[in-house]
Nanobody
């Protein structure tokens, strides 16, 4: 069994920064890709950033230049450094990963990020 656990959310003022973490725990042999999604109230869940096993990263246009996804392979952990936060970044941020198989996808429970003055 595999679990994804996010942390690091909270309340931040516009222009501020936060760093989210997601750790994968359990019977893990290979992590093929890990991603951050977000879902704002009344909106669909959207992909924010992704990192593949070879280290390739992708970002949504709305966060390019402000957010950075990174990983610590030995800790089965990814991070999302979020800078220059805007009120539109307010959402529940979810971690997603393909672990042990490309066809197996896991989700974390989410962490709330609120950007407000």
């Amino acid at each position: 069994q595999v679990q994804l656990v996010e942390s690091g959310g909270g309340l931040v003022q516009p222009g501020g920064s936060l760093r989210l973490s997601c750790v994968a725990r359990g019977s893990i042999f290979t992590i093929y890709a890990m991603r951050w999604y977000r879902q704002a109230p009344g909106k669909e869940r959207e992909l924010v950033a992704a990192i593949k096993d070879v280290g390739m990263t992708t970002y949504a246009d709305s966060v390019k230049g402000r957010f950075t996804i990174s990983r610590e392979i030995a800790k089965n952990t990814i991070y999302l450094q979020m800078n220059s936060l805007k009120p539109d970044d307010t959402a529940v941020y979810y971690c997603n990963a393909n672990i042990n198989s490309w066809s197996t996808s896991y989700w974390g429970g989410g962490t709330l990020v609120t950007v407000s003055s």
